[in-house]
């Protein structure tokens, strides 16, 4: 039996390229639980980094979205941007450089 150490080869499949989950797994061969605890911990630990990419309403409002319609109103039928968000969030992640 062969002590894989989890930690080390989230690390390693980073640092030779690996940008996603999927990626990972294949580069490591870990269950995803394994590889989604371990990018948990190097996130805390502060050796990777995680980027929430743009998604849903804009920061700028209904005028900087593009499905508003003339006078800045929301295309959406929303009154407004969302205060809560719903759903999923994309996240890049990121090696630690430095």
């Known amino acids: ?3 894989v150490r989890p930690l080390n080869a989230v690390l390693h499949a980073f640092e030779q390229g690996a ?8 580069r490591t061969a870990l269950p995803r639980d394994v590889i989604v605890a ?3 911990h190097l996130r805390r ?3 990777i ?3 929430e990419m743009v998604a849903g309403c804009p920061s700028g409002g209904c005028g900087s979205c ?12 929303a009154s407004g941007p969302s205060r809560q ?3 999923p969030v994309l996240v890049q992640l990121n090696l630690r450089r430095g």
């Open 1 to 3: 039996m062969s002590s």
């Open 45 to 47: 630990m502060g050796r």
């Open 19 to 26: 940008s996603t989950l999927d990626e990972i797994a294949v």
């Open 66 to 77: 593009a499905f508003a319609h003339g006078g800045a109103t929301p295309g959406c039928a």
């Open 85 to 87: 968000r719903r759903g």
């Open 49 to 51: 980094e995680a980027r």
């Open 38 to 40: 371990s990018v948990g």
